[in-house]
């Protein structure tokens, strides 16, 4: 059994996984890549990231510009195919538009991605340029609304998970000590919502509540915006009745006759809004393309 791990470990790496380390490369806000700064991310060797950058041009993957490479065509038909085709996205997305017309401010739809939350959708408002946040970004979950919500009401082990990441500061007011953050989840289970207190981006307010029903939290959707702590407070209730409304959307009363699901099935069913495969071929892409 040693013996076939360190042959693993020591095999080289496939076209495909280069190909992958390469498109890796391209994560971050950073939307155009030299060959040079492929090469840094990617740790692959010069030749074979120029050779593999000139074939993904070639299929539309990657589009070329001087001597620069950024996203191309495909990728975003890809990427884009894959966010029209997710239940939850398009199960929530009226309910999202309702509740930005409703309170005038940014709102997201955000799912858990290990010890990070995804932004699956972004609804701008007025102050929408001053929140930086994009549709497929990432944001550690302890220091953000969406995250602590699905903490508070998610899978045993996930805070654990996230503390063995660490704690680290984004602002002066995120939580870095593991029993604060413990007491936050605590409080967000018995009032329903949580709070973002300029804890991931000075100047931002955030609250989220969890998309859930009688189970594990799935998904968030939360508001945000640079206003006083006090007023994003007010606004917690018409939060939770978003997320609630999307819950019944996808498993309340009515839906077996939209989806076909079985008579028996209860409303209050505690799976998650999207199948697990569903899930990770989701999340596959959005690691491989964040600027979808």
Not at 148 to 165: N, R, Y
Request: glycine content about 8%; charged content about 25%; some cysteine.
């Amino acid at each position: 059994m040693l013996d076939q791990v360190m042959e693993t470990e020591l095999a080289p790496l496939s076209l495909l996984e280069k190909a992958a380390l390469v498109l890796g490369a391209f994560e971050g806000p950073q939307p155009r890549l030299s060959l040079t700064e492929v090469v840094r991310r990617s740790g692959i060797p010069r030749s074979s990231a120029h050779r593999i950058l000139d074939q993904l041009v070639r299929l539309r993957w990657l589009d070329r510009e001087g001597r620069d490479y950024r996203m191309g065509m495909r990728m975003l038909e890809l990427g884009a195919l894959a966010s029209h085709h997710n239940r939850l996205r398009r199960a929530a997305l009226p309910l999202l538009h309702a509740l930005h017309e409703q309170t005038g401010q940014l709102v997201h739809l955000s799912v858990p991605d290990g010890a990070e939350v995804v932004w699956l959708e972004r609804i701008g408002g007025s102050e929408a340029t001053t929140v930086p946040s994009r549709v497929g970004g990432r944001m550690p979950a302890y220091c953000t609304a969406a995250g602590k919500a699905m903490l508070a009401f998610g899978e045993p082990g996930a805070l654990e998970h996230v503390l063995t990441q660490g704690l680290r500061p984004r602002t002066a007011r995120t939580l870095t000590r593991p029993n604060a953050l413990r007491a936050e989840l605590t409080a967000v289970r018995e009032r329903g919502v949580a709070h973002d207190r300029e804890e991931s981006f000075r100047g931002i307010n955030c609250v989220a509540a969890p998309l859930r029903g009688a189970g594990r939290a799935v998904a968030a959707i939360s508001v945000s915006s640079c206003r006083a702590e006090r007023e994003l407070v007010r606004l917690g209730p018409a939060v939770l009745a978003c997320a609630r409304a999307v819950w019944r959307e996808l498993y309340g009363p009515g839906r077996a006759g939209r989806v076909g699901r079985p008579a028996a099935a209860r409303p209050e069913d505690p799976r998650p809004a999207v199948s697990e495969q569903e899930m990770d071929n989701m999340m596959g892409w959005l690691r491989f393309s964040e600027w979808m």
